[in-house]
């Protein structure tokens, strides 16, 4: 995390936790619930709220505490995934009743992506990432700054879910398997197209959770169906290992 600084929700109130442990609790004013999402080296928070009419909206808090909120159409949900170190939010939204994709600048100015495209996450670049529902099947993106979208399926996917981007465009996530019986497996993506696939030695369910600009990604996985969730880094040119 950014400068050591860690974000959550605790008792229904959104919480930051600094390097030398102090924990700043914090509210969208007249919120039932504050839910604290993700924060980047600026210090500046992004997520959700309730608020007294049972709105799902979104929010940015800045090192100061200043809040602001916005949703992104009526009265329909607005969901925040990830927030870069230019202070760009990238999420979600209902559009009458369908999920839509966003990209929120400072300036609070929306672009918005086509119907049953989410976005999950955002690297510093600007670039986008996420999924889209296309006939059925759940297939991954990845939007650059410039507005080109590359819409892609991992190698045999039944489903295709997208984690996260680092800042050299590269994609990290996880997809059912068809010829293993839809177990699910990890992959990255480079900026090419070609797609590395990996699982943690005899794991039933391998899933990436984020990658770094080196290309090492952390995630969980499962043994077995009825296993725990454990935890793993996967490092190029190596195994997975716990």
Not at 120 to 133: C, H, K, M
Not at 153 to 171: H, K, L, Y
Not at 191 to 204: E, H, Q, R, S
Request: aromatic residues 10%; glycine residues 14%; hydrophobic residues 35%.
């Amino acid at each position: 995390m950014p400068r050591g600084e860690v974000v959550g929700t605790s008792g229904g109130r959104g919480f930051v936790r600094n390097p030398d442990g102090d924990i700043t609790l914090f509210d969208v004013p007249n919120a039932l619930m504050t839910l604290g999402v993700c924060i980047n080296a600026r210090g500046e928070i992004a997520g959700n709220f309730v608020d007294g009419q049972f709105n799902f909206y979104s929010y940015v808090r800045d090192h100061k505490g200043n809040i602001v909120v916005f949703h992104a159409s009526g009265e329909w949900p607005t969901y925040v995934a990830a927030i870069n170190d230019s202070g760009e939010i990238a999420g979600s939204f209902y559009d009458a009743g369908r999920l839509r994709g966003y990209l929120r600048d400072r300036s609070g100015s929306l672009t918005v992506l086509d119907f049953d495209m989410a976005g999950n996450t955002l690297n510093n670049r600007g670039d986008l990432a996420g999924v889209y529902s296309q006939g059925g099947k759940i297939r991954g993106f990845v939007r650059t700054r410039e507005g080109d979208i590359t819409i892609f399926d991992a190698p045999d996917a039944s489903a295709t879910f997208v984690s996260a981007i680092n800042d050299g465009g590269e994609v990290a996530g996880s997809f059912g398997d068809t010829t293993q019986a839809n177990k699910t497996r990890g992959f990255v993506r480079d900026i090419d197209g070609d797609v590395t696939v990996f699982d943690v030695p005899n794991a039933w369910s391998t899933v990436p959770a984020s990658i770094n600009d080196r290309g090492d990604v952390a995630g969980y996985f499962r043994e077995t169906t009825q296993s725990s969730n454990r935890g793993f880094v996967f490092r190029r040119n190596e195994k997975a290992s716990e």
